[in-house]
């Protein structure tokens, strides 16, 4: 029925070419191997500039944004300080039932085996879409088959319904491992989430510039699970709302405001270590490296925030809508004055706007690596689009960073009228993995 | 609270700057109007060799993808041969009760004028997001901004109940020039279409290789019907499953084999002017130049197919997944031999694989210009992937074209076992508008 023969035999060189190996191009004996490895000796160059774990520039890793890869293995997992990507597919697992600690441990060896694999551009598995015997199911489903990987990252995370169910079982023998900053997250004013997609004992955020390699590789993660984890809930994200480098220019969220203008910058390497990476010191060592996501579904009334006036909108967020400046004036750049006095007596910035609120000087100097994503997931039964932002924030502690921000933005943030969370997940995200080993190994030794 | 002031007085070349008109650019006095102009000459230059209402090569229409533009007025509406860009967001529109003739005529009207400077790489309005009053709601909602328009094109249809509602009424006195061809399709054999996600009285097809940019047209477009028109479903999606043009590489389906090998290219005139174009000597004059619009969201059982054989996989489809050639031999490209025999003695291409039933000569010769999108709409509660194929196709009459065709795949393909169709629609694109024009004014006329 195939040309196709088993080759569980051909050289190790040709299973390399991975997602490359289309028989017309293995017809024609380029070994692509050499390839890789050039590419692959580059990316090892780019990163003794930058220290290692840290994400790659680009142009470093290949000649266009498209044919970018990211390492997978390293002090930090990718996907975090990583210039963020342009699309997004999350995913929050669930255990089965029956799953126990070696069947987890096993599970995170498959997942971190593929991840490594996709990440570089290769298929899910060893025979890929195409390649394998006839009689047998494929070990990658195929649709990112010709595609360059587009800076695909896979981030994994724990929830802490892994540690301890909600059931109180400590099925995986972890329980008096949780990191103390693997808070439940409180409830903040206004919260109306829907536990169907809030949660999750696993997760993985995928990150590429092309959604057909995110959703690939999601799916083929979900694949791999089969039988030990299943999807509990996930989020496509057709555009970035945040840079987390110099190099990028700053996003518009679905307010039509430039957003994360102040994010964390992946330069800013003092800022990074103080506030997105856990530290030996801070309670769990296992953590050490690692970092803690906090994801929420963020659903925007748009249709009401398109009938309020410009300016009305521009007083909410605090800054302008064209520059993106704070309304005490300058450039997108310029610090905020949040004492400039307009016209009228009052600050120029209002006290309850979103970018007062939010700026470290009023959250004790505390602030957040963010990567969200704007998403639309079609329509209500209103005609009204179900659309929104979806956050996520990396840090080294929510105790100390998301949870008193979000407090402080859920009581008072003018934006609230025109903002409901939906969902929500917090996850510990442990360091990079070593080759050989798989992420979160810290955790069973 | 804004530094911007109302506007309504900049000349109108500074309002032609349209969506390039941010205060820093401004600033520099750069004027936008000659580049566009420019852009505009050299579209034009290139239309004299495709014939008018062509599909624009991009490297005639802009330096890089990103940049292109397409014409929005024409003899044809763009968006069905343009070669197919990456992105989708799809939307049907139902009528509000109290809308009448004129209100639908003013409707029309409004998102011509709206849709002809999206696609243009201007706001929706003209005072755009950012640059009108202060104290009036922006006219453009603003997250495409700072975005070129990656190929956007908006494509207008006219669904059976605009003409006839389903209780019966003829509420724009239409009822008598509903094209025969406008057929409500049939019940095929294993549909399982949910009311909410089928049906329409208006849809609007958004295009664009950036998906921010197609969801901020849809958007706008909503906006401006507000109280007049509001939407019934709409669908995103994040990956072409077809090509259109011969210079653009087969994407692939979520089944991870090429799709729309096979398909209608723009380069193949005579087919296109007898498969896909209405003419005026086919019943309803005024649909002469346009073409008729099926859409089916068909969901994939995703999890089910990737535990199948590679061997039966490519068996159903009738191609091998890799090259995506015949199972009869050759390349992707070599017409597949249905008449090949296999060594067991039957044909090397299943009688009742997907490229056999679906291929032109078991159907009198029909054909459909596909322009489908991969689609994944988050998961359902036993953690499989709401995925699949979001199927669009043009053709210049569904009862000679997509119905029998979708009549012989219902009962027989082997595919059926993994796939389910849950939303339709049919819908009336009218020829393209003139220039003070509106779309579908001939309808009316």
Chains 1, 2 share one sequence.
């Not at 994994?156 to 023998?173: H, I, Q």
């Not at 994801?295 to 009305?312: C, F, N, S, Y």
């Not at 996520?392 to 407090?407: E, G, L, M, V």
């Not at 943030?413 to 050989?436: I, Q």
Request: proline residues 6%.
């Amino acid at each position: 029925m195939t040309q196709h023969q088993p080759d569980a035999e051909r050289p190790e060189a040709e299973e390399a070419a991975g997602r490359s190996g289309a028989p017309a191009e293995r017809g024609r004996g380029l070994s692509r191997r050499g390839v890789l490895g050039l590419a692959g000796a580059t990316v090892g160059a780019g990163l003794v500039g930058f220290g290692a774990g840290m994400a790659v520039d680009r142009a470093v890793a290949g000649g266009s944004p498209d044919s970018a890869t990211y390492p997978f293995y390293g002090t930090h997992q990718a996907g975090i300080t990583t210039p963020a990507q342009d699309r997004l597919h999350f995913a929050a697992f669930d255990a089965a039932p029956g799953l126990d600690r070696d069947g987890l441990i096993e599970l995170l060896h498959d997942w971190t085996v593929a991840a490594a694999r996709m990440t570089q551009g290769r298929p899910a598995g060893k025979y890929g879409p195409a390649s394998g015997p006839s009689d047998a199911p494929p070990d990658d489903t195929g649709e990112a088959l010709d595609l360059p990987p587009g800076g695909l990252t896979l981030t994994f995370g724990f929830g802490p319904t892994l540690f301890r169910a909600a059931d109180g079982t400590d099925r995986f023998g972890i329980a008096s491992r949780r990191p103390e900053a693997l808070v439940d997250l409180p409830r903040f004013a206004g919260d109306a989430l829907v536990p169907a997609i809030s949660g999750g004992d696993l997760c993985v955020q995928a990150c590429s510039d092309d959604p057909q390699v995110a959703v690939h590789a999601i799916r083929n993660l979900s694949r791999i699970a089969f039988g030990r984890a299943s999807i509990r809930w996930s989020q496509l994200g057709f555009g970035r709302t945040s840079s987390t480098s110099r190099s990028q220019t700053t996003p518009r969220n679905l307010f039509g405001f430039k957003d994360g203008t102040a994010n964390i910058k992946s330069e800013d390497q003092s800022v990074v270590e103080d506030q997105v990476w856990a530290s030996a010191g801070d309670g769990a060592g296992w953590m050490a490296g690692g970092s803690y996501l906090v994801a929420r579904k963020i659903r925007m009334v748009i249709e009401t925030w398109d009938r309020q006036q410009l300016g009305e909108q521009e007083r909410i967020i605090g800054r302008d809508k064209g520059e993106g400046a704070p309304l005490s004036g300058g450039t997108e750049f310029t610090e905020p004055n949040f004492l400039a006095v307009a016209k009228d007596g009052g600050t120029k910035i209002d006290p309850d706007s979103h970018v007062r609120l939010a700026h470290p000087s009023v959250n004790g100097g505390a602030q957040l690596l963010r990567r969200g994503y704007n998403f639309v997931d079609g329509n209500d039964e209103l005609g009204r689009l179900n659309a929104g932002l979806f956050f996520i924030a990396f840090q080294r502690d929510p105790r100390t960073q998301f949870i008193p921000i979000q407090r402080r933005l859920a009581t008072n943030d003018l934006m609230n009228e025109y903002v409901r969370h939906v969902g929500s997940g917090v996850f510990a995200v442990p360091p990079g993995a070593t080759e050989g080993s798989y992420v979160g190994a810290g955790l069973f030794a």
